[in-house]
């Protein structure tokens, strides 16, 4: 639903950079080697200490620091990185993100109370990049947030029982939609016209891999062209081959995960049926508010050869049995009780949840990601 949206109630959204791009880098750390140069300028300064930080593993690492001087001039000199992302700051919350490369010369200027809104770089053409896609998605955002908040003042003046705001929500997502797609078109044109610039890893996270199949492989092409030795180049291009086995048409990796009875269930079981693979977890807003509308699609097609395979991203087993029962799931279901580590994350590439596959009888996928009546029309499509 749009109001999911709207309420920022947003799904479990795990990003390619979440899963990869700051993941550990390659140790190639070294000191004084190369041509590389990162100095600038700040106003409103008062002698304070600046640190260089690299974005690895789930905190920033400070690999330099510096003081500015009386002028606001600084430099960083002890540190040449690799290509990746880092970021300058003073403290935690104010910072500027760059892009580096070990043959740069870059030069940044700003203002020291709010670097994250004023700061600008010359020397760094992946930075320059990374700043023009961050504008894409800003303006996009703001957009949104001003029909978020026309959302929210029609439901605070308004007494709205759920068929009205169901109403309501359906008049505010052809807005929605306009708005993101516009966003999505600028998006990809400039991806398309940057395949091999590292920064467009951060970018494409915003486009559901699904629906950008082409634009991803075309990205994971011209990056493993110019740095082919890097980690994180190296994990995307893991993201992309694990799209490519589960694109629409291609027979669904098999999954076989234990019951909450411990029994073990194989999703190739259920062949000759028309098979719902839904991945959820008990833990997920989202995916509770949807379960209704699976639980009637199931009542619905289930005496027409229709079966659903629940995978759960499910961490703790009694919440996970808990909210089976209270959902009234009465299809087949399993975990591994991993979380985001489950196997089948990877397998299926999951980016969020809540998450669906549609299978044939043979075990070929022929959709993805149906909620609600997009789901019931699927399957009485293909049921009759």
């Known amino acids: 639903m749009l109001q999911t949206f709207l309420i920022k109630e947003k799904n479990m959204y795990r990003s390619i950079i979440c899963l990869g791009v700051v993941a550990v880098f390659a140790s190639c750390d070294s000191k004084k080697a190369g041509s590389f140069e990162l100095k600038g300028n700040f106003i409103n300064t008062h002698g304070e200490m600046l640190y260089l930080e690299k974005l690895s593993g789930q905190q920033p690492v400070v690999v330099d620091s510096t003081v ?9 000199t002890n540190y040449t990185p690799h290509i990746g992302f880092y970021r300058v700051k003073s403290t935690a919350q104010n910072f500027a993100m760059l892009v580096l490369d070990t043959a740069d010369k870059v030069s940044v200027t700003g203002n020291l109370k709010d670097l994250g809104n004023s700061y600008k770089v010359e020397g760094s053409p992946e930075t320059k990049l990374f700043m023009e896609y961050n504008n894409i998605s800003k303006e996009r955002d703001l957009r949104l947030d001003s029909l978020n908040k026309a959302f929210q003042q029609m439901m605070e003046t308004s007494k709205m029982d759920s068929k009205k705001m169901d109403s309501l929500s359906k008049i505010f997502e052809a807005p929605y939609n306009a708005i993101v797609e516009s966003s999505n078109v600028t998006l990809v044109k400039k991806i398309k016209d940057n395949s091999t610039m590292y920064s467009s890893l951060i970018a494409i996270q915003a486009l559901e891999p699904d629906k950008f199949a082409d634009l991803y492989k075309s990205l994971d092409e011209g990056l ?33 995960l234990p019951s909450p009875d411990g029994k073990e269930i194989s999703l190739s079981s259920l062949r000759g049926k028309i098979v719902l693979v839904d991945f959820w977890a008990s833990w997920c807003g989202p995916c509770r508010k949807e379960m209704p509308n699976v639980v009637k699609a199931y009542a619905k097609f289930m005496d027409k050869g229709f079966e659903i395979f629940g995978v759960s991203l499910d961490k ?16 087949p279901q399993v975990s591994d009780l991993m979380e985001w580590q489950s196997q089948v994350v990877k397998m299926y590439n999951i980016q969020g949840i809540p998450y669906t596959v549609l299978l044939d009888r043979e075990g070929k996928i022929i959709a993805k990601n149906l909620r609600g009546e ?6 009485a499509e293909v049921l009759n």
């Open 224 to 256: 493993n062209k110019k740095f082919a030795s890097d980690n994180n180049v190296k994990m995307f291009h893991g993201v992309v081959v694990s799209m490519q086995a589960t694109t629409i048409g291609q027979t669904a990796p098999d999954i076989t």
């Open 374 to 379: 997009e789901l019931e029309q699927k399957l």
């Open 68 to 76: 500015i001087d009386e002028k606001g001039d600084f430099a960083f």
């Open 316 to 331: 703790e087993k009694a919440r996970w049995v808990e909210a089976i029962a209270k959902d009234g799931i009465t299809w």
